[in-house]
């Protein structure tokens, strides 16, 4: 099964939201069924087959997540990310900003739901693959 470093190695190739899905058909390959990335400080739960789940850790200091979203400040910053016009350290602060609390990526699904911190759908986007 898949591991943290190996996970760290191919994130360490996403530059901004224009590399996302090639990083997606990687971790494919390696096992990955879905994750879960909470705004807050980075941490992701990564899932596999046969109930595996494996958690990187916080990944950098805490943000505060806005306790009310703002889905159209959001999407505008989500744009943005995926135009390379921002780095991740700021979109996931952009994110903290609009109210963003995790996202959850279902790769059978090939989605990338993004959720406020009462479990509201702020965005649903499909993965290109």
Partial sequence: ?????????VHSKVKSGADYPAY???IIKMGVT????YVEDGN?????VNNYRIASGP????LVVNGKSDREAFKKDLKA????KTNFPRFCFDA???????WVVNITA??????????QILVVESIPA
Avoid: P, W
Wanted: net charge negative; proline share 0%.
């Fill in 1 to 9: 099964m898949f591991t943290i470093n190996e996970l760290k190695t």
């Fill in 24 to 26: 997606v058909r990687e």
């Fill in 34 to 37: 879905g994750y879960e990335t």
């Fill in 44 to 48: 992701t739960i990564y899932f596999g």
């Fill in 59 to 62: 990944k950098y200091d805490a």
């Fill in 81 to 84: 990310h995926q135009e390379s």
């Fill in 96 to 102: 903290a900003q609009s109210g963003v609390e995790k």
């Fill in 110 to 119: 090939m989605t990338c739901t993004y959720f406020d911190k009462n479990e």
